[in-house]
């Protein structure tokens, strides 16, 4: 199993950012995928998840509204929209199925 995060980076509060996970080596379309994150200092949590037909998904409190996960079954990918970023959203996001984890992407968000 391969999980391969992309899209963290720098943005200013307020700003958006889009993260994808590239999945290879399982049968991606079985399987409920997930974002986590890690802020420093502080434990991995739950951010957002999504069913294998991408019909269902859940949120943490603290990103609904503004966070938005969705799943391409063609290509094995998923992605997390992330918009009206908060300085409390830096952390290291990570893509997630099962007992695999990629191996994380950087978002900071500050002025």
């Known amino acids: 199993v391969q999980l391969v995060e992309s899209g963290g980076g720098l943005v200013q509060p307020g700003g958006s950012l889009r993260l994808s996970c590239a999945a290879s080596?399982?049968?991606?379309?079985?399987?409920?995928m997930s974002w986590f994150r890690q802020a420093p200092g502080k434990e991995r949590e739950f951010v957002a998840g999504i069913n294998w037909s991408g019909t269902r998904t859940s949120y943490a409190d603290s990103v609904k509204g503004r966070f938005t996960i969705s799943r391409d079954n063609s290509k094995n990918t998923v992605h997390l929209q992330m918009k009206s970023l908060k300085v409390e959203d830096t952390a290291v996001y990570y893509c997630?199925?099962?007992?695999?984890w990629g191996q994380g992407t950087q978002v900071t968000v500050s002025s």
């Open positions: 080596g399982f049968t991606f379309s079985n399987y409920y």
């Open positions: 997630n199925t099962a007992a695999d």
